[in-house]
């Protein structure tokens, strides 16, 4: 087997509404190896989300091929697709996606829910050890609400993280907070890629943030039009010490 | 996902509305209440008459004067004191002609005041003859029956109940051998009866004088006839023949022609028995019509909650999904939701019909008896409304499209 995680070529995905067919995706094509740490730009309705989303077997193409890890994905049933979701992929969603409620330790552990190998100790065990990598272990009680934005997404970051994926998923993680955060969650997905060797596909539109990746996938409408890795990578550490240290605005 | 983790989630979801949990729960908690406790009103009043009517014998028959005449009044019944029609010839015939019940007892009865130097009383006297003590079980605790001589001399003599006596003498005086008087008639007490306490229907059955009829229909009521024949069948199986020759003699001795209808009414302790024991199986009927209503009831409100809170968590269920559950985990999820809700509304019923019932016994002092069958039944019942009506709105929930769940806002 190679040590390419993903392998997708003419991926289609058509939309049907009544007589209408909206072609979001209309035959894309790359790999991403084990390691890679890859961003999706493209402006708004490129199909960002509709790749990310046939990406993280959450949705089906129309047509086309994908190999996750080396799976057909698409000769998958709804169960096996779920299964493939819990232990192969950790998504981090825009919106955090956390329940409500609950404490930080508890949204945690809900991938390891779903999985009935693993033990209530076992559980607990690895939800804290997730919430350590993401330097919040000290917040391990706190309700979402009690909880910042960043705090919030670096949360949902340790339980993408805590079934021990093959590959990370995000779709816009930063979109909703401001520069200073942004840095700071990039900075952790740089630590997880290069001490963890965790492959990361990160949708984002904006260049500084992709600039923090090894390698830019430009998407427009519905194709891909730009694939090139990243000649001068950004370390985030860097960029956020280089931060005006109170910013007034 | 193993059962307790799914019990977990359930839980930690309801608990996080309890107000909502329990006001979804209210329609299963009244209707499960409801039912137990008049269940075990039902079945406590039930067998007490049950074990009174046993206890007043089974082979008691009882006669009573009936006017169902066309001229008796133009619709207007009249009670049966007042309808005259049961003579001592009457008994003396049906003595010489029922040979399927040994004993019969004529009845005379009269109210009035029972007085003794400044102590009275207000009581009833029972004219009957020496064989109603068997006829009707009871026996003399102190003292002597009256006896056939008594009845031919009406004779002044009587036999009290234990109520009667604590009223006019008090704890500790020996009533036999003293002179009470009851209307101005004086009477000499020459036994006490064997306390029988209160029957189911609330009255006190030592609440009594018992005196020759003779004595009762001539020197108090001034009246040649009877309020009612008791007998006694030789054994409960041939009581219903016993009352059908008790029926062939009163009309011969009334002389009433072919198609004319009866005067009197003859019923068997079995009679009674049946119509009590049919009328609380309508009353069963009626529970159970009363417990599927109210169940349904709460079905419905548990579906109503079940779906606002699928649509609720639309998001979580995305999210769920994502992280990898499958259908049948939302599915489960959810149903399970809705049997712990049925399930506790179920428990609480069920702990509340009981402190009713208890409360109720206790209070009230009404015979009540908390059946087990009747806990499980009610039981079994909520959990499978809660998967009924749990099932619909779990399925929905299972059904999302992961992506769209996700989106919705
Ligand atoms: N469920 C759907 N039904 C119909 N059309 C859809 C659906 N999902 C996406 N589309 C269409 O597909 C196209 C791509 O949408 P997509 O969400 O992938 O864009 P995006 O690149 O993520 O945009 P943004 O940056 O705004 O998030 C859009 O034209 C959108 O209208
Ligand atoms: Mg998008």
Redesign the interface.
Known sequence: MSDKILEIDDLKREFVMGSETVRALKGVSFDVLKGEFVTIMGSSGSGKSTLLNLLGCLDKQTSGEYFLDGIDVKTLDRNQLAKLRNFKIGFVFQAYNLLPRTSALENVELPLFYNSKISGKERRERALHALEAVKLADRQHHTPSQLSGGQQQRVAIARALVNEPVMILADEATGNLDTRTSYEIMALMQELNEKDQKTIVFVTHEPDIAAFSSRTVFLRDGKVVKDSPNANKKNAKDALAALPVSDDY | ??IF?LIK?AL?ALL?NKLRALLTMLGIIIGVGAVITMMSIGQGSKDSIQSSLSAMGTNMITIMPYNNLPGGGGGVRLGASSIQSLTIADVEKLKRDVTDATEFSPAASASGQAIKGTANWPTTIQGVAPSYLDIRKLSVNSGIEFSDNDVRTSAKVCLLGQTVVNNLFGPNVDPIGQIIRFNKIPLQVIGVLSPKGYNTFGQDQDDIIIAPYTTVQKRILATIYFHAIYASARTESVSDLASEEISKSLRESHRLREGQDDDFVVRTQADLIKTLSSTSGMLSVLLTAVAGISLLIGGIGIMNIMYVSVTERT??I????????????IMSQFLIEAILISITGGLIGVILGIAASIFISSFLHWPVIISETSIVISFLVCALTGVFFGYYPAQKAARLD??EA?RYE
Do not use: F, H, T, V
Request: glycine share 14%.
């Open positions: 996902m193993n983790n989630i930690k996080r998001r979580e995305g999210l769920r999904m994502s992280i990898g559950a499958r259908g049948i985990d992961p992506i996700l």
